[in-house]
């Protein structure tokens, strides 16, 4: 069998299916790539056992049909230092050797039996299906993926909650500190979905999607869901239970705003963060009368630090405890000029918006205070 191809195309999809593969794999196959070749194109596979991730390739040239494996390794470090060029393959169907030629030499290595690679069987007839644009999905995880857990005890909270309701498709994210949920106008349903993507899979939709325009369409049931874009698809299997009401959460009846600039908060934030308590994290937000003054200090090592921000302001002054990094995180996720911050009693959650929603989309972020001591 011989094909060719061009090698910037090959090695930008390998070194993305390069991130399914894990350090340690329960078959030993799972450290190869699965190539297949039919009908003018290559599609390439990679696996970890719960996650599937394919690719489609065109071929620019191809003879024959067929299917093998090759070590992950092998073929990255064959492809990753050729500058853009077409290879020509040649693979053996019986002894599985395989030549790889460019323009000024030829690899040459061994391959694997493709039958003993696994395969996830597609989701059944009892799947839900929605279409959403690359470009949305994408900005949506980049929003909700820094707030989710890490937590054996509770893993439903490991992952991004996609919540499929009558007038909006929800992402949601939350480690009980933090939340974040973005609601997407276009996509409704009538009737109550939902799954908990893991974030692994999130992190690997998030890189493939990046830049692209066109939509995905997603297929799910209550254990496993697909998400098939162009050039490709991603299988996944999904976290099992009942995400929390995250709506319950979030106050209703926060009386005191915040409008401020968020890059100088954030580098406020970055300036006073390094002379808190190291267990704490602990900053505290003074606000009255047009000014945010926040302050940190560490007892132990005798340091503190603080600094004012002019901001608007409208509520009663205010004294309350974030951690800083935390707060940066949300803040890093957001990308208006300003944001706005609605806030209760210092013992209730801290509510931020940006002040421009984007199009279609309703983006909340929500914050958990730190009790201050006397």
């Not at 040459?108 to 039996?113: K, R, V």
């Not at 929003?143 to 857990?149: G, N, S, Y």
Request: glycine share 4%; with cysteine.
């Amino acid at each position: 069998m011989r094909f060719t191809l061009s090698s910037t195309v090959l090695n930008s999809r390998l070194q993305t299916l390069a991130k399914v593969i894990n350090s340690k794999n329960s078959l030993a196959i799972l450290e190869s790539f699965l190539f297949q070749v039919h009908d003018g194109k290559m599609e390439v596979t990679a696996s970890d056992s719960e996650n599937l991730m394919r690719t489609i390739i065109p071929l620019d040239e191809c003879d024959a049909e067929g299917k093998f494996a090759i070590p992950n390794r092998t073929v990255l470090d064959a492809v990753k230092e050729l500058p853009e060029q077409p290879l020509t393959f040649e693979v053996n169907p019986e002894t599985y050797e395989v030549a790889i030629e460019y323009q000024n030499g030829r690899y040459n290595f061994t391959a694997q039996d493709a039958e003993e690679y696994p395969q996830k069987e597609p989701i059944g007839g009892d799947a839900k299906t929605l279409t959403v644009n690359a470009k949305v999905l994408c900005e949506n995880i980049n929003r909700t993926l820094f707030a989710t857990d890490n937590n054996d005890i509770r893993p439903v909270m490991n992952g991004i909650y996609f919540d499929l309701l009558p007038d909006c498709l929800a992402f949601v994210a939350s480690d009980g500190h933090k939340l974040v949920r973005c609601r997407y106008m276009d996509i409704q349903s009538e009737t109550h979905d939902s799954f908990i993507l893991p974030k692994k899979p999130a992190m690997l939709l998030r890189a493939v999607l990046d830049k692209s325009e066109d939509d995905v369409v997603v297929k799910f049931n209550s254990n496993c869901a697909e998400f098939h874009f162009q050039g490709g698809m991603l299988s996944s299997t999904l976290i099992e239970g009942v995400f929390p009401n995250y709506n319950a959460a979030i106050p209703t009846d926060n009386a005191n705003e915040l409008v401020i600039d968020r890059k100088a908060l954030l580098g406020a934030i970055r300036r006073v963060l390094p002379f808190a308590s190291m267990s704490s994290q602990l900053i505290r937000f003074h606000l009255d009368n047009g000014c945010l003054e926040l302050s940190s200090e560490d007892l132990d090592f005798a340091t503190s630090a603080k600094e004012k921000i002019v901001c608007e302001y409208n509520g009663v002054p205010l004294q309350i405890g974030f951690r800083g990094d935390f707060f940066s995180e949300i803040l890093n996720s957001i990308t208006t000029d300003e944001i706005r911050m609605l806030l209760g009693d210092p013992s209730r959650a801290g509510v931020i918006y940006p002040t421009e929603q984007p199009k279609d989309q309703d983006v909340l972020m929500l914050i958990m205070p730190l009790l201050l001591g006397e």
